[in-house]
């Protein structure tokens, strides 16, 4: 384990809602001190931060790792290296795989894959029900023991109520949690756009922001019935917020997250087809955008994710109706992120809130802050330089990124994890 100390550092820390310049010691993996202003001498090595920020690693929920099944696009080595260079000190990985991760056997697979090969922390969740297919339950339990942390169909909506319900009450005598995609599926189903004037002008299939607010709604009523610990992984509609802020102040287990791209990006985006815009849920209405940004300003909303969902270039080259869902984000992660900030839409202690503090808290994890005694995932970075992305410059196997092209602002400059470097910017 190294022994650092790091000097000239602004602190982000979303625990106490602080943004100072301060020092930060580390000995044997972990937060031994902090402090505002000039740092103790110390017989250790020295990282002069230069006045960079420096912040608890992020914690994502929701990445894609294809192995197995379609390591080409996307290896535990590759998203791991991505990972690091984006600041993502903990991926939390996504069942969605072929086959899916719904036995022991695949899910230790994955973990022994996932312990060779990737520099980061981590942490896989498995599926809900066999297949996928919602129809019949894993064996939660065991998967539990196997190692994991959550459980989820990802985006198949478990249609019949009675498997959900069933699979709600199990998780909840098991402690666990469960992670739902909010949609109606039949009203979704088909869709490539969120429906409204420019979807129409477009020709583009679409579904009503009310499909999500619909899929939220009998969720709620199962929370209600079942008494389960839930997280909504992406709510991405000013509809579904009111039934949200409802749940959580009848005192239901319920968060929710979003993803990245509904937070930066709006459905003008897909004004020339560029079928690196088309994800799920369809990217909203600019009125949407908003109502997300304040609801994750409020705390609302909990939690910031990349839904990372790597695609080759096979899956990509189609007319948009017919082309993959997905992007990938590990590495766009914070510097989108960094957009909020400097719109002054959200400073960087809510940021990471919502992309370290909240989704480690929300698994019960030690990490996500910036504490004595906390695990030393940290990510040092200068939110100021500019750049252009050139999305054949990412770590993924796969380059399905909208932000391709686009001007950012804030790269990373460093990534530890348990201490130790796991990235340098050159």
């Not at 608890?56 to 379609?70: A, R, S, T, W, Y």
């Not at 199990?170 to 992670?179: F, P």
């Not at 997250?257 to 909203?284: A, C, M, Q, W």
Request: with cysteine; glycine share 8%; hydrophobic share 40%.
């Amino acid at each position: 384990m190294s022994n650092l100390i790091f000097t000239n550092a602004r602190l982000i820390n979303p625990e106490a809602d602080t943004d100072s310049i301060g020092w930060l010691k580390v000995a044997d993996g972990r937060i031994a001190a902090l402090g505002e202003g000039a740092a103790p001498d110390a017989d250790t090595q020295v990282v002069d931060c230069g006045g960079q920020c420096l912040a608890p690693g992020i914690v994502d929920i929701g990445v894609k790792v294809c192995e197995p099944g379609e390591r080409h696009k996307e290896s535990y080595k590759s998203a791991g290296l991505a990972a690091a260079a984006g600041g993502v000190t903990t991926i939390v990985t996504r069942p969605d795989t072929l086959p899916a991760v719904d036995t022991p056997e695949t899910l230790e697979f994955a973990t022994r894959r996932a312990q060779a090969d990737a520099p980061v922390n981590v942490l896989p969740m498995a599926a809900l029900t066999k297949g996928r297919k919602g129809r019949e339950m894993t064996e939660i339990g065991f998967l539990q023991d196997a190692g994991a942390v959550a459980f989820t169909d990802c985006d198949h909506v478990v249609t019949n109520t009675k498997v959900f319900s069933r699979a709600l009450t199990y998780t909840k005598s098991c402690g666990a949690l469960v992670l739902a995609h909010p949609q109606e599926p039949g009203l979704s189903a088909g869709t490539a756009a969120t429906s409204g004037k420019f979807a129409a002008l477009r020709g583009l299939p679409a579904v009503s922001p009310m499909a999500e607010r619909m899929g939220l709604d009998r969720d709620i009523a199962l929370l209600e019935m079942t008494g389960a610990a839930y997280h909504a992984d992406q709510i991405t509609t000013a509809r579904a917020l009111p039934a949200l802020k409802r749940a959580k102040r009848n005192g239901l287990d319920i968060t929710a997250g979003t993803s990245i791209h509904h937070l930066t990006l709006n459905e003008l985006d897909v004004s020339d087809y560029r079928t690196f815009f088309k994800i799920k849920p369809p990217l909203r209405s600019e009125d949407d955008r908003q109502a997300v940004i304040e609801a994750v300003r409020t705390g609302l909303i909990d939690t910031i994710s990349s839904m990372h969902t790597p695609q080759d270039e096979e899956s990509k080259r189609l007319p948009f109706e017919e082309a993959a869902s997905g992007a990938v984000a590990l590495e766009t992660l914070l510097p989108a992120a960094l957009r909020l900030y400097h719109s002054e839409q959200l400073d960087l202690p809510t940021l990471f809130r919502a992309m370290a503090l909240n989704p480690a808290k929300r698994l019960s994890l030690e990490s996500g802050r910036l504490s004595q005694g906390a695990p030393a995932d940290l990510v040092l970075f200068d939110p100021d330089v500019p750049f252009v992305l050139d999305r054949f410059t990412l770590k993924s196997k796969s380059q399905n990124t909208p932000f391709d092209g686009q001007r950012m602002q804030g790269k990373v400059t460093a990534t530890y994890v348990a201490g130790q470097e796991v990235y340098r910017r050159a």
